[in-house]
């Protein structure tokens, strides 16, 4: 049987990929768009690309109306470009960092009208040096040309940015769009249909309790209700995909249950749990941290949800890294989580999820703040790789020495023999509690492995002694 990592590093195989990269989107238009060149040549250019491509999907489990589709958006074609680069630049390596990242979170203003307990980016007012318009719309070009293909507009309430609209429309040009809202303006019913004329896919909204007791606490008196309506208004139009985030803590752990009950009546696609990251103005809360114990518990009702998935038409997501194992371990290793989002593919997923699986910080992804400078996480908006008043996004990313060290799980400060591929922790909690290639302390696997290290520490002093 074929080594993908073996064959996908010869350099023969990496040349033909850089062939093909620095040409693919041409080709893949040609393959699946409605016109094609019908020379004989053209055919043969495009031959092998299309033997791999149809390779991959068969793989993947894909059938020829669903592989169309794919390759219909053009967002998709350009995820496909950079995996070619990619290859061909760095060769095929667990984990697998991209040459541009698939997504960018971009914090498009800290401007927001609420003032939440736990919010990373400590919202409130906009920052005096934020982006201007035409700086704004050079950065899109920028990711374009680094062969972004997805982009999640935060904040803040993005909504509530600066010429924002204009930004939304000339974005929806090449990029898929995600935003990412508290929800109480979309209470506005002709907000929402502004969102989806102008090219937006995805809305995320976050609903932190059951009752407008438990999320009003952390959000704002009042604010459970408007998010409701808002959410009502999302699920009301048939061109987005409207999902809920809820950040899970010692306040609302108990409720986590009913919070994801109140998202199946209110029939939104997707529950996403948000892995609490104490930053921002939830620095000074780590005591309502949730124990691993705990966060195992969560994990495990959201695979309990993703196996009921066809009853309920409700995707599970979750940005915790252990979230993967559990799917993995759960599920007999037919299932796992790719970049937050839950695959199936029995077979496939075991060769797929050691290089996708994990922590995408600065391998997969990137953010954005307001004023222009690059993270590797929105979670970690204290951390900066780079300057976009000074460098261009290509640059940084490719550039960055820490991002580099985050992809590289061997040189982690501690070890997870069986999960670092499919699992890794995640990074932007290890910085919080003061190691950014530490151990995630809310992981069960890895207090298990720090109490059985102290066990045998003492048997080994007294064999010494």
């Not at 990592?5 to 093909?20: G, M, S, W």
């Not at 019908?38 to 491509?53: D, E, T, V």
């Not at 496909?80 to 498009?108: M, S």
């Not at 409720?255 to 609490?276: M, P, Q, R, W």
Request: contains cysteine; charged residues 25%; proline residues 3%.
């Amino acid at each position: 049987m074929l080594n993908p990592e073996k064959v996908l590093n010869r350099k023969l195989v990496r040349n033909i990929f850089h062939h093909y990269g620095y040409k693919a989107e041409r080709r893949i238009d040609e393959i699946f768009g409605a016109e094609k060149e019908k020379s004989i040549s053209a055919f043969f250019g495009r031959l092998p690309l299309q033997i791999a491509l149809n390779a991959g999907m068969r793989k993947l489990g894909i059938n020829k109306q669903l592989k169309e589709s794919f390759f219909s958006a053009y967002h998709n074609r350009q995820t496909i470009v950079n995996v070619f680069r990619t290859i061909a630049n760095n060769g095929l390596n667990q984990p697998f960092r991209f040459d541009g990242p698939a997504l960018v979170v971009w914090n498009y203003t800290s401007l927001c009208n609420l003032r939440c307990r736990h919010c990373y980016q400590s919202a409130g007012n906009a920052l005096s040096n934020e982006l201007s318009f035409e700086e704004r719309i050079d950065i899109i070009n920028q990711l374009v040309d680094a062969n972004v293909a997805f982009i999640a507009f935060s904040g803040g309430e993005p909504i509530m940015g600066e010429r924002f609209w204009d930004v939304l429309e000339y974005t929806a040009k090449f990029l898929h769009i995600t935003i990412a809202t508290n929800g109480t303006l979309l209470e506005d019913k002709s907000l929402v249909d502004r969102l989806a004329d102008n090219g937006v896919k995805n809305v995320f909204v976050s609903i932190d309790g059951a009752t407008d007791e438990s999320h009003d606490f952390i959000r704002g008196r009042g604010s459970f209700e408007r998010t409701i309506r808002g959410i009502q208004n999302l699920v009301a139009n048939p061109h987005l995909h409207v999902g809920i985030n809820s950040v899970i803590t010692q306040r609302n752990f108990g409720e986590a249950a009913d919070i994801i009950k109140l998202a199946g009546d209110l029939g939104v696609n997707s529950f996403t749990h948000y892995n609490f990251i104490p930053t921002g103005r939830g620095s000074d809360d780590y005591k309502n941290d949730l124990s691993p114990e705990q966060r195992e518990q969560l994990l495990n009702i959201l695979y309990e949800g993703h196996v009921k998935r066809k009853q309920t038409k409700l995707n599970m997501i979750s940005t915790a890294p252990q979230y993967c194992r559990v799917l993995y371990e759960s599920s007999g290793g037919s299932s796992s989580g790719l970049f937050h989002y839950t695959t199936d593919g029995g077979s496939s997923i075991r060769g797929i999820v050691k290089f996708a699986g994990g922590c995408g910080a600065g391998r997969v992804y990137a953010a954005i703040q307001p004023n222009g400078k690059v993270s590797p996480c929105v979670f970690m908006p204290q951390v900066e790789i780079g300057d976009l008043r000074r460098e261009k996004f290509g640059d940084i990313w490719r550039n960055s020495e820490l991002c580099e060290q985050l992809s590289d799980r061997e040189n982690y400060h501690y070890k997870c023999n069986n999960y670092r591929y499919v699992c890794g922790g995640c990074r932007a909690r290890a910085l919080a509690y003061g190691d950014i290639l530490g151990g995630d302390p809310g992981c069960l696997v890895y207090k298990r492995s720090i109490k059985r290290s102290k066990e045998k520490k003492p048997e080994q002093e007294a064999v010494t002694a």
